[in-house]
Structure formats: structure tokens, C-alpha cells
């Protein structure tokens, strides 16, 4: 068949797939690209007690780098210390404390020696009270809040200079279940906001070389272990409701929510923790970092799906994932009126 015969549309398409094939094959190669001496950089990560931070620590560790590891205990600090090179140094690090997060950046900036910071990694993944929203008190949604938000834009904001200096990057670590709200609390909207801040801090650090990036991962098997304890962050909960909301739900909607959280978190786990390293990994020695990475089946599929559903589609999944208030007026319709 000759071009002659073919239609209009169908040499737009041709014209089209001839010009996108070109820009993959681009990103492709430009992807693979490594920025060069990268041994002996300063990296700072957060959260390093157990879970991601922890792991990356060490990984970065026997990469070369020269890892300054925030803690929130003195029992992290040692514990990573002993199976950690000498290079490694450690700090306690209370991000809901400004003066800790002061005394944290002077360390830092002695250790960087004048030759600025080439990484920070932003990581507050703790167990945050979850449950229905009036079963919260603002001194909840604060204990969130404070540390996963406004602790970690704090110490962002001291870091600047040093980053600036080194033209380095910024890589926020950020739960990708944030991007779906399906549980009352802080901890959606401090993803929420860790995402706002990051957009905005990587359009105005490009004019000065700093790169920034997100790297959203869904559950892995390091946070299943918090599901314990957040049960009984349900239950202390449930135990200071006054008699009558805690009516209003009955003893078995606590029964059937607690199972319902178990068994989503069991559902949606990933295994392989390897691939949030790696996507770390790559967002600190790639020569062009990406805007995004997801890392885990679920935050490839499951949340960002979910984010860009209509309401009423995941109105409804939530619906049939956990369970009705004893005292619920919802008609079974109700679910498909706010689209």
C-alpha cells in the first residue's frame, strides 16, 4: 500500500507514532545517564530508626556515600552504627521538636565541611492514629501533622543553603496510600501536603541546580509490622469515645474495622523492598533524576487508579471494605449520589 492510498487520518497517526517513538526512545537513553564523582558525597536521610530509611542508609553506605543518618532513638542510632561503616554518623532527630531539628542541621553542616549537601531524603513514616473521624480529637490530627508535614518542611527549608551550595537533590519518600483518603486522621493529608510542597520546592530549586523528586511506594512488608500497633491505636481510641457515639457504631463495627485494616494491608503487600531502594537509589545518582517514581504493584495501579477514579467509584470500594455504623441513615443507593 502506498501513501498515495492512505487517508488523511490515517497519515496523522503515522505522523504521530513517527514523532512519539523518537521522544521514548530519548527518555530511554537519557534515563541511564549517571552523574559522575559521586563517591564521598553527603547524603542526610530521616527516619532512619528501622523500615526504608534504615535500609537505604546501608545501601548507600556500601555504595560509597557518606551517610548522615537522623534517628529518633540513641537504641537506632547504635543498632545501624554496628552493622554500618565508619563513615556512617548518626543523629537524634525529634522533627516535631524545631530545636532538635536546629541542633540536627548544625551536624550536618559540620559534617558537610563547607562543601554543601548532596542529598536529603525525607522519610517520617511512624504509626499515626487512624480510625473514624469523630472518634479523633485536633491533638491527633497534630501528632501527625507536626512530624510528617510541618517537621519534615522545617528542616527542608534549614537544609536549602547547604543543598543550594552542592547543587543537590531533594527525595521525599511518601506512602502512596496517601494519595487515596480512606481512613480518618493526619496522615492523608500530610501525603498530601508532602506532595504540594514537593511540586512547588522543584520548580523554584531548578533556577539554582537543585533537583527534586517523589518517590511514592505503597505497603511493603517493613510497615506491615506497625498493623499491631495500630490496633491498638484503634482501641485507645474506641475506649475514650463518649457512650454515645460509641452506640452509634456498636462493638461489632470495631471487630469488623480492625479485620478490614488487617486484611487490606495483608491484600496489597509487596515483599520486595529492593524496589523503593532503587528508585532512591536512582534519584540520587541519575544524572536527570525523574519528577515521580512508584514503586510497588499498588502505587502503580491500586492508589493511582483510585486517585483518579471518579468519587463514586471509590466511594463504593471503601463502602464495601469496611463495615456500617450500627446507627447508620446511608440508603443502599446513597453510595452512586456524589459522583
Same mark, same amino acid.
Request: with cysteine; hydrophobic share 45%.
Given at each position: 500500500?502506498?501513501?498515495?492510498?492512505?487517508?488523511?487520518?490515517?497519515?496523522?497517526? !503515522?505522523?504521530?507514532? #513517527? *514523532?512519539?517513538?523518537?521522544?521514548?526512545?530519548?527518555?530511554?537513553?537519557?534515563? /541511564?545517564?549517571?552523574?559522575?564523582?559521586?563517591?564521598?558525597?553527603?547524603?542526610?536521610?530521616?527516619?532512619?530508626?528501622?523500615?526504608?530509611?534504615? *535500609?537505604?542508609?546501608?545501601?548507600?553506605?556500601?555504595? &560509597?556515600f557518606c551517610v548522615i543518618a537522623a534517628c529518633t532513638t540513641e537504641k537506632g542510632s547504635q543498632q545501624l552504627q554496628s552493622c554500618s561503616s565508619l563513615s556512617l554518623k548518626t543523629v537524634n532527630l525529634n522533627l516535631a521538636d524545631s530545636n532538635s531539628i536546629v541542633r540536627a542541621v548544625e551536624f550536618v553542616t559540620e559534617q558537610t565541611a563547607g562543601k554543601g549537601l548532596f542529598?536529603?531524603?525525607?522519610?517520617?513514616?511512624?504509626? #499515626?492514629?487512624?480510625?473514624?473521624?469523630?472518634?479523633?480529637?485536633?491533638?491527633?490530627?497534630?501528632?501527625?501533622?507536626?512530624?510528617?508535614?510541618?517537621?519534615?518542611?522545617?528542616?527542608?527549608?534549614?537544609?536549602?543553603?547547604?543543598?543550594?551550595?552542592?547543587?543537590?537533590? +531533594?527525595?521525599?519518600?511518601?506512602?502512596?496510600?496517601?494519595?487515596?483518603?480512606? +481512613?480518618?486522621?493526619?496522615?492523608?493529608?500530610?501525603?498530601?501536603?508532602?506532595?504540594?510542597?514537593?511540586?512547588?520546592? /522543584?520548580?523554584?530549586?531548578?533556577?539554582?541546580?537543585?533537583?527534586?523528586?517523589?518517590?511514592?511506594? &505503597?505497603?511493603?512488608?517493613?510497615?506491615?509490622?506497625?498493623?499491631?500497633?495500630?490496633?491498638?491505636?484503634?482501641?485507645?481510641?474506641?475506649?475514650?469515645?463518649?457512650?454515645?457515639?460509641?452506640?452509634?457504631?456498636?462493638?461489632?463495627?470495631?471487630?469488623?474495622?480492625?479485620?478490614?485494616? /488487617?486484611?487490606?494491608?495483608? /491484600?496489597?503487600?509487596?515483599?520486595? !523492598?529492593?524496589?523503593?531502594?532503587?528508585?532512591?537509589?536512582?534519584?540520587?545518582?541519575?544524572?536527570?533524576?525523574?519528577?515521580?517514581?512508584?514503586?510497588?504493584?499498588?502505587?502503580?495501579?491500586?492508589?493511582?487508579?483510585?486517585?483518579?477514579?471518579?468519587?463514586?467509584?471509590?466511594?463504593?470500594?471503601?463502602?464495601?471494605?469496611?463495615?456500617?455504623?450500627?446507627?447508620?441513615?446511608?440508603?443502599?443507593?446513597?453510595?452512586?449520589?456524589?459522583?
Amino acid at each position: 500500500m502506498s501513501l498515495q492510498n492512505l487517508s488523511l487520518s490515517d497519515l496523522l497517526h !503515522i505522523a504521530i507514532l #513517527a *514523532s512519539i517513538l523518537p521522544l521514548i526512545i530519548y527518555w530511554l537513553i537519557r534515563d /541511564r545517564y549517571r552523574a559522575r564523582n559521586l563517591n564521598g558525597k553527603h547524603v542526610f536521610i530521616t527516619g532512619c530508626d528501622t523500615g526504608l530509611g534504615n *535500609s537505604l542508609a546501608k545501601w548507600l553506605d556500601k555504595k &560509597g556515600f557518606c551517610v548522615i543518618a537522623a534517628c529518633t532513638t540513641e537504641k537506632g542510632s547504635q543498632q545501624l552504627q554496628s552493622c554500618s561503616s565508619l563513615s556512617l554518623k548518626t543523629v537524634n532527630l525529634n522533627l516535631a521538636d524545631s530545636n532538635s531539628i536546629v541542633r540536627a542541621v548544625e551536624f550536618v553542616t559540620e559534617q558537610t565541611a563547607g562543601k554543601g549537601l548532596f542529598g536529603l531524603v525525607s522519610n517520617a513514616e511512624g504509626t #499515626a492514629p487512624v480510625g473514624p473521624t469523630d472518634w479523633l480529637r485536633i491533638e491527633d490530627f497534630h501528632s501527625v501533622l507536626d512530624v510528617s508535614l510541618l517537621g519534615l518542611i522545617e528542616i527542608t527549608l534549614k537544609l536549602l543553603p547547604l543543598l543550594k551550595k552542592a547543587e543537590g537533590r +531533594v527525595i521525599n519518600l511518601i506512602n502512596a496510600k496517601g494519595l487515596m483518603a480512606f +481512613v480518618g486522621g493526619g496522615y492523608s493529608l500530610s501525603k498530601w501536603g508532602m506532595e504540594a510542597f514537593s511540586d512547588t520546592l /522543584r520548580i523554584e530549586m531548578q533556577h539554582f541546580g537543585v533537583k527534586v523528586s517523589t518517590v511514592e511506594h &505503597g505497603f511493603f512488608k517493613a510497615e506491615v509490622v506497625n498493623s499491631d500497633i495500630i490496633e491498638k491505636y484503634v482501641f485507645k481510641l474506641w475506649n475514650r469515645l463518649t457512650p454515645e457515639i460509641r452506640d452509634s457504631y456498636g462493638e461489632k463495627y470495631l471487630v469488623e474495622y480492625i479485620k478490614a485494616q /488487617r486484611s487490606s494491608v495483608e /491484600r496489597l503487600c509487596d515483599y520486595d !523492598i529492593s524496589n523503593v531502594i532503587k528508585c532512591m537509589e536512582h534519584a540520587l545518582i541519575a544524572k536527570y533524576p525523574r519528577t515521580r517514581y512508584r514503586a510497588g504493584w499498588d502505587a502503580k495501579f491500586f492508589w493511582l487508579f483510585l486517585s483518579y477514579a471518579p468519587s463514586c467509584l471509590s466511594d463504593m470500594l471503601l463502602h464495601i471494605t469496611f463495615p456500617v455504623p450500627a446507627d447508620s441513615r446511608r440508603s443502599a443507593h446513597g453510595v452512586l449520589i456524589n459522583v
